[in-house]
């Protein structure tokens, strides 16, 4: 298959195919694992294209052209977690630069930057869910980079993509946006007008918990080659086996959030409708206060459903440990079904008064809805709700 034809596929094929043509060498449908840390020059400096790993493998390029082909991008770079993308990122911005952030963005993105990147960067948060509020920051501030992640973690609120990054252009000021929770299936914010975008693989993108890997996607050659310059300078570079699980688990993304969000649209319906839940917060239902921005920007609501228990942090504490089926753990985007408590688990780190203030209170539940059958979730759920009652 040639590279132009693949361009014409629907991404539930390009998953499969891109980057995932057999061995030459040998036929082997699946691509090898290139498991080595150099190879061999014919003469000095004369190489087939890769010289060292943490420059070049090729199970990782292979991956990278699959990354690029499921945001429309030119470019991608497969790095060993989306922690990384985002320290490389921010500093290929160069010493000085103003990033205006999310308020509510991915709690190890506002730890990286309030205590460590901030010491060369200036950030500015911002509720980027108000287009006059993030106005007001590009106005005031001289940005190079405005940080979008919608939908947000835990509270799923959207931002209008196509608006704001508008707004940004309109200051000369370029958008990242973190699309970890839509996965390149549901959301392609290239094409909505923003100049980065990057993805937690750890989650939905490998889906199987076995990988930590963040990605990058850029149609800026500029911009890819400057962050590509200090991934090989600083060292994050995805290893071959890393890249080798993200490309085999990559092949089911589509039909995984296909069966992510079928599961989901149910427990969502029945947690709406449960005398014990106080309310739930996913994008596809009416109620969500960004419905109508997420049927427009979105190709589908996702996995991730949150919900507030009628009750406090004894009643929440008594349902998490009851349900079996979804592991009691951090993270999401696997196939099995997780449930956490933001409060206590990953949004601990936020300030009490401050967790009150933005909705994480003592009764909230995050669930990341698994591709079990739903029978046996919905009887989970119901188990956990009786222990409680
Ligand atoms: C997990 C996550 C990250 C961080 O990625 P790691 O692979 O854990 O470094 C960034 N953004 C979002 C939205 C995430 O969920």
Known sequence: MKHHDLKTFDIATKVIHVGGEPDKETGAIMPPI?????????????????????????????????????????????????????????????????IICGDDVYGGTYRLFTTILNK????????TTDPKKVEHALKTHDASLLWLETPTNPLLKITDIKKTVALAKKYKCMT????????????????????????????????????VGGCLMTNQKAWY???????????????????????????????????????AKVIAKYLESHKQVESVVYPGLKSHPQHSIAKKQMKGFGGMITFYLKGGVKESKKFLST???????????????????????????????????IGIHDNLIRLSVGIEHIDDLIADLDKAFKAIK
């Open 34 to 98: 290139f498991q080595t840390s150099t190879y061999v020059q014919s003469s000095p400096g004369k190489h087939k294209g890769y010289e060292y790993t943490r420059s070049h493998n090729p199970t990782r390029t292979r991956l990278e052209k699959n990354l690029a082909a499921l945001e429309g991008a030119k470019y991608a770079l497969a790095m060993s977690s989306g922690m990384s993308v985002a320290t490389l990122m921010v500093s290929a911005l160069g010493e000085g630069a103003t």
């Open 120 to 127: 060369t960067y200036k950030f500015v948060f911002v509720d």
């Open 176 to 211: 990242m946006v973190d699309n970890t929770f839509m996965s390149p299936i549901f959301q392609n914010p290239l094409d909505l007008g923003a100049d980065f975008v990057m993805h937690s693989m750890t989650k939905y993108i490998n889906g199987h918990s076995d990988v």
């Open 225 to 263: 080659e400057k962050v590509w310059y200090l991934q090989n300078s600083i060292g994050p570079s995805q290893s071959p086996f890393d890249s080798w699980l993200v490309l085999r688990g990559i092949k089911t993304l589509a039909i995984r959030m296909r069966e992510h969000e079928r599961n």
């Open 323 to 357: 349900v079996k089926l979804f592991a009691l753990a951090e993270s999401l985007g696997g196939v099995e079904s997780l449930i956490e408590h933001p409060g206590i688990m990953t949004h601990a780190s936020i300030p009490k008064k401050v967790r009150e203030e």
